[in-house]
């Protein structure tokens, strides 16, 4: 089992940053990747960061050069710094880590960037 805890968001002005936390618990052992997805309209969930056991790390092209996916493994935690933030970027964030088994979600982190 792996529980996940995120924690970083909040309100910001059109061009600030924020850093987004996913701190994992549990079987981290187990966990093959983590990565940050936001929710879009419908309700769906689409992939804006990930990073793999190997610390590999992929970015979705609306955020790249402004995003950044990194981990302390020592503290069992993900980041997504989130830099040049825009009103579009408002919404939830939320960490999954994925495991040979099944997949684990957060709680959701909101994001809210104002023009």
């Known amino acids: 089992q792996v529980q996940l805890v995120e924690s970083g968001g909040g309100l910001v002005q059109a061009g600030g940053s924020l850093r987004l936390s996913c701190a994992a618990s549990g079987s981290t052992f187990s966990i093959n990747n983590i990565g940050w997805y936001r929710q879009a309209p419908g309700n769906q969930r689409s992939l804006v960061a990930i990073i793999n056991s190997a610390g590999s790390t992929g970015y979705v092209d609306s955020v790249k050069g402004r995003f950044t996916i990194s981990r302390d493994n020592a503290k069992n935690t993900v980041y997504l710094q989130m ?33």
């Open 83 to 115: 830099n040049s933030l825009k009103p579009e970027d408002t919404t939830l964030y939320y960490c999954k880590a994925s495991t040979n088994t099944r997949d684990y979600w957060g709680q959701g982190t909101q994001v809210t960037v104002s023009s």
